[in-house]
């Protein structure tokens, strides 16, 4: 529970963060991350926040659900939690690395790590929901 | 390329590490699975790697062949202009100006491509679309002018044949023309079919302009000529060496921001704070490092249109070749890129020069007494103008990019008298134009700017705003206002009514003009370029609402069997705007014979429309009657060769 609690919280930061340095290259129009041209850009980064914000919370829920079910299968437990940190780094992590280099409205080859992310993330889901159920 | 499998290896590894810390059997077996599933995304990584790289360098092959766009001069595209301006970058892109030209693909391209063979001249061209390219396989013309400039004239069909990529296009809202490279630079030579869009027909090239078809069709380079008014800040830049070989850069492909706004590297650079940008957005100054043809005065804002929208001489030809305009948005064109007025500068030594090399350039432009003729010329007629000369109008009196539809961008409530009328407000309309109010007779425009210019297969306003004179008809040949919406009347009749109503001055005329129809004269006797209007006006509306329908369709089917393609499409068309001719067929570049037959079936369809509504010999309308004089004025044709020059 301490180590999704303490996840969730950091990573809510950094990608608060990181919503912030968005943010500023709106208010300073910068070229690259604005311009018609580097559109996908835009776009991959927005989705690398929204997941990773979202991502961090739900480790925060993860944290609490935890604590709420003491009796959960501690495989089932396991499995989960370590799928959730993978996801929570290759899904907005894919995001962002798939904007770095962009291929016009093609993301980058980081943009494949996404799929692998959402697997991973729909085990952590459905593991826990069983366990909620149970 | 190494950086970004540089990413994907730390995020990957940065993920795997939780999962290969888990303890116990069956974590290994899930960490195995997912190993694998790693495994498969490398795999999948590098195959898109391949792809995305083969992908690159082709279209780097490709572009080194096409325009480029960057160029010096503080230009930085449209790109930069959303961020800040969403409003005005979303009307622009939806414009016509946008889409001028550029490159060739499948969102730009809305001709049909897939198996079409075309035939000119007894040559083949078959056209092709492979995946999101546009091919022709045609003759290979650079041999062919090879041999003709050795003196040997090659026959249809003996033509070596080669494959060339479509490049890039021009137009995209009547038409769309093509270019293909040439074989060094970036040269781009015109294909020689182009694609009318309503029609949904490649037709050749010469049939889309008013040229005479005796004349040898010319060989269109884009580099030189399209890219003055077709793109934003255009550099030809020929090697000094070889001027065949150029190396062209544009700002951007199409017409875009700065080409009105001028370069926009400066006001970017100005307005990065967000703190300065809040400040002037509450404050009433002006961005003095971007220009607004808006806040312009009138000559300077007009002047930003008329860089392209106008006949222009340039004095300093080399620098422009190497350097483009030296123009700039809020400067006096007149310094750098003077328009021409032949009326004005008839005598001057560059005007002299350029007759001497080529006898028709001011006919092919201009009428006699010096008023533009063609389309797309539209500050020439402005700068004639009275309006303007003594008064405040510019273009955007009346036309306006960022609030008006694409078709003409005539400004929100300009498509009426209200645009007159803000300085004419004393005007009582009906009085003073002795028509019914809101009859098409009291539309300012149709007196003051009738469709006396030709191009785009279709009439167009004239820009000069002017009164019907008869006189000025009887001298230069330019149908007046009124017989082009009375098309049944007369000069006589007209410059009667100018008399009475204006105190114009009577004007002599010959038996003819007192007899006939103007319209009906213009269309067997005149040159191509007025039986070119005359077809025109014979489908539009208001024309026939006035003089009557059923006596025009002779005209027309005469004027299928025009020598000019340009005025037996224009006829056709009209024709076609009769309801007894809705669903004629006819193809317009067919050979003599068709055309005949055509002309036949005309009438053949005419001679059963029952109650004429014109039984007057002004308009030759009992056609059998008066068959000889019909003949006799098609004798008297004005056959000149023409070349409007668009």
Known sequence: ?134 | MKIEWLLFAVVLIAALIPIFRGKGRSWRFTGLILLGSVVVTIAAAAALQKQLTRRSQLREQVMKTLPREGRPGGFVSSDSCQACHPREYHTWHRSYHRTMTQYAAPESVKAKFDNVTLEYHGEKYRLEKRRDEFWADMPDMDWKHAQMARGRLVPAGETPRVSKRIGMLTGSHHMQAFWYSGPSGNIQIGFPFVYLLADQKWVPRNDSFLMDPALPAPVQIWNNNCVQCHTTAGQPRPQRANKTVMDTHVAEIGISCEACHGPANAHIAENRNPLDRFRFHHSAGVDKKIINPARLDHRRSSQVCGQCHGVKWIPAQERWQEEGFSFRPGADLDQSTPILRPVKHAEELFVKETLKRDPTFLSDRFWSDGMVRVSGREFNGLTESPCFQRGTLSCVSCHSMHDSAPDDQLARHKESNAACVECHKSIRVAEHTHHAANSSGSLCYNCHMPHTTYGLLKAIRSHQIDSPSVETSSKTGRPNACNLCHLDKTLEWTSAHLTKWYGAKPVELSAEDKAHSAAALLALKGDAGQRALIAWHMGWKPAQEISGRKWLAPYLGQLLEDPYGTVRYVALRSLKSLPEFRRFEFDYISGPDERRRAHEDTLKIWRDIKDLDRTAAEVFVDFEGTRNEWVKLLEQRNNRSMYLQE
Not at chain 1, 6 to 31: D, M, N, P, Y
Not at chain 1, 36 to 51: D, E, I, K, N, Y
Not at chain 1, 113 to 131: Q, S
């Open chain 1, 1 to 134: 529970m301490r180590r999704h609690l303490k996840f969730g919280w950091w990573s809510l930061l950094f990608f608060l963060t990181l919503g912030i340095v968005l943010e500023a290259l709106h208010a300073l129009k910068v070229g690259w991350y604005l311009n018609v041209s580097t559109a996908t850009r835009r776009l991959l980064w927005t989705l690398a926040h929204a997941h990773g914000t979202l991502l961090a919370l739900v480790h925060i829920a993860f944290g609490l659900t935890i604590a709420a079910l003491p009796s959960w299968n501690a495989r089932a437990r396991n499995t989960a939690s370590t799928s959730l940190v993978a996801a929570s780094i290759l899904l907005p992590g894919g995001f962002f690395a798939g904007g770095i280099v962009i291929y016009a409205g093609d993301p980058g080859l980081g943009i494949l790590l996404v799929p692998l992310g959402a697997v991973l993330l729909f085990t952590a889901v459905l593991l826990t929901a069983r366990g909620a159920s149970r």
